[in-house]
């Protein structure tokens, strides 16, 4: 909420200053009180996403529940959440990143009151800036396995995109993915057996049955 001089609607000026409260974007604050975590910083972006803008990326995945995007990259730093605004002349600021990519009116949603781009758009946007294979193949694999979106419909989706940055890298990492992974731990194990020791035919928690047809190894 903004400051409200008879800190009716907001903290007073002082108020917001003191240790009660703590700002989470220019001209906006929250009680100190309450916990951070990756839907909160979501949530405190989305107050400033402009009227043709969304949240894309970790943050609208994070916000659908995804599991395992906690927000942060490797060596555990918080990553920025970023907000998608074409048209509008929107800063950057703590916390917050502002991306100008072009973006179809269809690939916004309201996901519980948030403006959302869809799972494609989202997960296509943090695959195609992905610093290494593994973490781009990991995006997709962990996604896929939250049932928000099939490979097939990113394969259709990525041939939307041609000539947008990162695409080449957004289909090898579509070739190399696999929809029924259980953690991240699982990719890289996948992908080491795959890509680097070139062992084919490597698929993920797939029922197994003995010669005779029985079901030995339920995928549960």
């Known amino acids: 909420m903004r400051t ?11 108020q917001a200053r003191g240790r009660a409260w703590r700002r989470s974007s220019r001209g906006l604050y929250v009680p100190a ?34 599991r395992w995007i906690d927000g942060c990259d490797a060596d555990g730093s918080e990553l920025p959440v970023t907000i998608l605004t074409p048209g509008s002349q929107a ?19 309201v996901v519980d009151g948030v403006v959302l781009t ?8 943090e695959v195609r800036r992905a610093e290494t294979p593994l973490s781009a193949v990991r995006w997709l694999d962990l996604v896929a396995a939250s049932d928000l979106i099939s490979l097939a419909e990113m394969a259709a989706y990525a ?7 990162g695409i080449y890298r957004l289909r090898r990492a579509i070739s190399l993915a696999d ?17 680097r020791m070139g062992i084919a035919g490597v698929v993920s928690n797939r ?6 047809g029985r079901h030995i190894g339920p995928a549960a």
């Open 179 to 195: 929809e029924n992974v259980w953690s991240p731990s699982e990719t890289d194990l996948r992908l080491t057996l795959k890509v």
């Open 207 to 212: 029922p197994v049955f003995d010669l005779d």
């Open 159 to 165: 041939e939307t995109l041609s000539g947008w940055t």
């Open 91 to 109: 800063r950057a600021q703590a916390g917050i990143e502002v991306s100008k990519e072009r973006m179809l009116p269809r690939t916004r949603q």
């Open 33 to 66: 009180y309450v916990p951070d975590s990756p839907q909160q910083r979501v949530l405190e972006a989305s107050a400033v996403v402009p009227a043709d803008g969304a949240v894309t990326g970790w943050a609208a995945l994070a916000w659908q529940r995804v």
């Open 118 to 125: 869809d799972p494609h758009r989202s997960v296509a946007f």
């Open 4 to 14: 409200d001089p008879s800190g009716v609607l907001g903290p007073t000026p002082k």
